[in-house]
């Protein structure tokens, strides 16, 4: 089981990520539904979201933070914009 600060593997590469605090709530992915999904690996004990696609544009980035401010876990990260 990951560390509840620690970034999921799976995460494209970029700005935003998902970390171990997920709880699988799926909310991400319906607030930003192009950028976020969930990991439906069996073998793990709980399904989590994870940083599908980086966001492409600036309306993308900005449900990303949407995604953010909303999550009840506070797992997704921002690690500012990438320059």
């Known amino acids: 089981m ?8 799976i995460n494209a590469p970029g700005r935003f990520y998902v970390t171990g605090a997920c709880i699988g709530c799926t909310l991400c992915g319906q607030i930003a539904p192009d950028n976020f999904r969930e990991n439906m690996d069996e073998s793990l004990a709980i399904s989590h979201s994870y940083v599908y696609r980086q966001p492409a544009s600036e309306a ?11 999550c009840p876990a506070n797992a997704i990260r921002d690690d500012g914009p990438v320059k």
């Open 60 to 70: 993308e980035a900005r449900l990303c933070e949407e995604a953010m401010y909303t």
């Open 2 to 9: 990951p560390e509840h600060t620690e970034k999921f593997q």
